[in-house]
Nanobody, 126 residues
Framework: QVQLVESGGGLVSAGGSLRLSCAAS????????MAWFRQSPGKGREFVAG????????EYLDSVEGRFTTSRDDAENTVYLEMNNLKPEDTAAYYC???????????????????WGQGTQVTVSS
């Protein structure tokens, strides 16, 4: 059974940084894309960043491009989201997700992801 466990969220001032981690288990990690989504109260879940199974390709939400970086450590079965220059509008619950499909392109549609973590809260104060 695939399990995803996020960590690293917290409260930070605007302009600060956080590093989220997502530890995966239950299958061969380096055969699957990984993605980060976020959801704030009253809003739908939105794609933030994704990384391909090979680690070669990454995708980002326009508003986080240049501030957030996703990476993966296949030896540790972990994907990371480094978040710099955080803004109050980045406040949300952050989730990692992975599809049942092997390899392929990184997709931004949440419906393409079948496995989800429990989420970790990021709060950015102004």
């Amino acid at each position: 059974q695939v399990q995803l466990v996020e960590s690293g969220g917290g409260l930070v001032s605007a302009g600060g940084s956080l590093r989220l981690s997502c530890a995966a288990s239950g299958r061969t990690f380096n055969q699957y894309n990984m993605a980060w989504f976020r959801q704030s109260p009253g809003k739908g879940r939105e794609f933030v960043a994704g990384i391909s199974a090979t680690g070669i390709s990454t995708e980002y939400l326009d508003s986080v491009e240049g501030r957030f970086t996703t990476s993966r450590d296949d030896a540790e079965n972990t994907v990371y989201l480094e978040m710099n220059n955080l803004k109050p509008e980045d406040t949300a619950a952050y989730y990692c997700a992975t599809p049942t499909r092997l390899y392929g392109v990184v997709r931004r549609d949440e419906r393409q992801y079948e496995y989800w973590g429990q989420g970790t809260q990021v709060t950015v104060s102004s």
